[in-house]
């Protein structure tokens, strides 16, 4: 039986991008990690110096050593350990993208109860990504 | 002349090897962090990533064997066995539950057993309490997360042991609001050879407790799928396999919201994440293809043991033993 016969146009077209977003994501993810383990390019710090302070706090962590977190790595990409981070970012960001691409198709579908519920799970995903319900700076 | 095994009986070996060698795993952490001087942990990062990496990649092969979602193992074990801070271990926890959802997300979709209306309606306020829930567990004292980590841990093995979920539960009468939402849907099963429909009923209840499951995925960095199903499946009445494959869907929007927490606070180091991520998604699919050929209540019942353990520890953690 055809996988797609119980599943409407709104889950096809989240499972769309999904498919191709989790791909990419694990591609990105792995290379990434492989540039920055492998030092192909240069990092803040030092792997070995990260693997010192892992014991610690993730706030007492960031007072030691300069590792990237929320957006604070956006001005300078071509660093090691910013492009694994970057990874990740995008990893946490594919959900975000999926929803916001449904959002026109259920429009489309003249589906106001989930139109609203998308776009207000959307918002509350990109206020967590900003940092403003989230505790960012 | 040809050797014919007992199919029983390898199935048995086969499990006894596989839960051997993730035992073994964390006796070898133990050796490895029990060398006194402090210069060896830090020239050994790599060893470790590669211990990170066996251990979640059998973490990966079990956990699919055992029908439990990785990340509901890889905290409490992870955190119990190497040398990572709690925050980090949390903020991986949260990356491996995320990754896992999003690669098995998109068929599960196409063949409409996870249903997009019942996980939104239910993603929606379950987002909300994840991220409260991340901000207070990155707040508060390590002692204190460690402590309500090993009770909540000790519980999710009890509730594992004496669960028994209902595969196709009969929901005559769907609630209004359910109605009003449209959740209801129909999906092939392969088992049955047959078109099944279904219908959710009490869900005010099962949103509620979408809360409290939110909350504590984001405060201990847990795939909540422990949680998830039975919700899904014993409070809303939904069959087993929608309950399965939605609850996948589910994680990936409340981990997405939790996750943002942990990156704004610096909880998440690539260097843990990314090897635990690798390993456990090439546990899982290992796992899938090796489900048939193991003997999957021995494996289920001595990860409830690992489970049970695991939290015992986080608890003596908690108490400063």
New interface residues.
Partial sequence: ?K??????R???A???V??I???V??VL??V??LI??FELLPSAAS??D???H??????E??QTVP?P??WDWTGDVLRG?VL??A???Y??A???VC?AF?VPVLIGERDA??TI??I??VC??VF??A?I????? | MAIVANPGTSRFILSSLLTGALLFIPSLVFAAASVPSADSVQLAWWIWMALLFIFTFLLGIIAVIAGVGGGVLFVPIVSSFFPFHLDFVRGAGLLVALSGALSAGAPLLRKGLANLKLALSMALIGSVSSIAGAMVGLAMPEKTVQLLLGLTIIFISFVMYRSKNSAYPDIRTPDALSSALRINGIYYDEQMKKEINWQIHRTPAGLLLFILIGFMAGMFGLGAGFANVPVFNLVLGAPLRVSVATSVFVLSINDTAAAWVYLHKGAVLPLIAVPSIAGMMLGTKIGAKLLTKIHTNLVRRIVIALLAVAGLRALLKGFGI
């Fill in positions: 039986m996988d797609s016969v119980h599943a409407d709104v889950q096809l989240y499972a769309s999904l498919g977003a989790s791909a994501g694990m993810i792995v990434g990690y920055y383990v792997v070995s990260v693997a010192a892992w014991h610690l706090r993730a706030s962590l960031h590792v977190s929320g350990d694994s981070y990874s990740i970012i990893l946490s594919a959900t975000i929803l449904i109860i989930y519920i998308t207000l799970q509350v995903l967590a990504a940092g319900v989230s505790g960012g700076h």
